[in-house]
């Protein structure tokens, strides 16, 4: 026995042959036929985890009720049965006859398993072979005890590093976004220097563009007088969408119905000269949908895009426009149109500041409404096929509102 015990080698990772081992010294020691090592696992349901001889493939669950391995996990003792057939502990399997049940008990006193040993004729054990049975028993318990402290650790291990990563992820998300704060800041800061300094001698230019708008000029002087005007005037317009853009954004927040807030823009957004001869179709939600939002920066949002869309579509063709609650937590304005599908090349690079395909544009338009909706904690995307068209989506949060 001494000699077996010594040659016991358990590591965790390792256990289906320790208790294999196990197993085969029982059988060896005590001199039976057959001997298994099993684990209580659902409730009336014992798993064989060795035994000395092949079993085949595959998990092999047993029932309890009924049986002598059941009786030694449900009283918790070691059992001694000469012959099965003759006595009311339960039933053997088939074949076997004498029985010998050993309860795997942990530290804690928990009955996790047993060892169970099988012998086709009847025969009685001493109270010598019950002990080395029981030393085993002690043996396995405890392997089985640690290895199970081993799974859970490994469980809490993963759980915690994916916890960390997750962490990990956050920190880096937030620092990014820390970092573009700082930068847009300095940006910002260096941007309304410069917009200062070029709008001085651009507001004396334009003064002068007036002056000679009031006079008379020969045709080819006209032409250039306004196209410096053009120039200009769009030059304006880039600095202080420049300014815009650079800007933190502070939001003025209050509680907003988008149905009702479209709704009051429809009539001005229609006026627009880009939407001129296109059809707007509003399509609002089926009930009241409420965001805590800037009502201007929202505006602005909104008419930045119905521009683009209208500007995407010839006269006569329809710009959708539609509010949609059907997510839980969250409202989706959808703009679409039928116009020319966006490449998915052109697609990653138009919120890019100062990308774009328009002859008099600034780039800047979509990245300020980027900006404006990322402010609100909301979400900006674009998606363009050749079949369903082009849609600009702007996620918000949903607000608590039961007016």
């Not at 928990?110 to 025969?123: D, L, M, N, P, Q």
């Not at 994916?162 to 937030?174: C, F």
């Not at 600034?362 to 363009?384: D, M, N, P, Y």
Request: proline share 2%; with cysteine; charged share 20%.
């Amino acid at each position: 026995m001494l000699e077996i015990l010594s040659g016991l080698s358990y590591r965790t990772g390792e256990l289906s042959s320790y208790l294999q081992e196990i197993a085969c010294g029982v059988s060896s020691l005590i001199n039976v036929d057959w001997s298994v090592v099993t684990l209580c696992c659902e409730e009336g349901f014992d798993q064989i985890l060795a035994s000395n001889i092949d079993l085949g493939e595959g998990e092999q669950i047993y029932a309890l009720h009924g049986t002598l391995t059941g009786t030694v996990v449900q009283t918790g003792r070691s059992l001694v049965v000469s012959d099965a057939r003759s006595t009311d502990f339960g039933t053997a399997p088939d074949g076997y006859q004498a029985y010998l049940g050993i309860p795997l008990r942990t530290p804690q006193g928990e009955v996790i398993g047993t060892i169970c040993s099988f012998h086709k004729k009847t025969r009685s054990f001493s109270v010598d072979e019950v002990r080395i049975a029981e030393i085993f028993a002690e043996r396995a318990a405890t392997a089985i005890d640690n290895y199970q402290l081993y799974m859970q650790q490994q469980q809490f291990n993963q759980a915690l590093e994916i916890e960390v990563a997750k962490r990990t992820e956050e920190l880096r998300v937030a620092q990014i976004k820390l970092v573009e704060q700082e930068r847009l800041a300095a940006i910002g800061e260096f941007a309304a220097t410069i917009v200062h300094e070029i709008r001085n001698p651009l507001t004396t230019v334009m003064m002068g563009l007036k002056y000679f708008e009031r006079l008379e000029l020969g045709d080819s002087a006209q032409v250039r007088l306004e196209l410096a005007v053009g120039e200009a005037n769009r030059l304006s317009r880039l600095l202080s969408e420049i300014l815009q853009y650079s800007k933190p954004q502070v939001l003025q927040l209050i509680e907003l119905d988008l149905n009702e807030f479209i709704t009051g823009m429809l009539e001005s957004v229609r006026q627009m000269p880009e939407a001129q001869g296109r059809h707007i179709v509003f399509k609002p939600a089926t009930t009241a949908t409420w965001v805590r939002g800037d009502l201007d920066k929202l505006k602005q949002v909104l008419i930045n895009i119905i521009r683009n869309a209208c500007e995407a579509i010839e006269v006569g063709e329809t710009v959708t426009w539609m509010v949609d609650n059907s997510v839980p937590d969250q409202v989706c304005i959808h703009v679409h149109n039928g116009g020319q599908t966006i490449s998915s090349e052109f697609l990653l690079r138009m919120i890019e500041p100062f990308y774009t395909t328009k002859s008099c544009g600034t780039g800047l338009g979509l990245a300020i409404v980027k900006r404006i909706v990322e402010a609100h904690g909301g979400e900006l995307s674009i998606q363009s096929t050749a079949d369903a068209g082009t849609t600009v989506s702007v996620r918000l949060l949903k607000a608590e509102q039961t007016c």
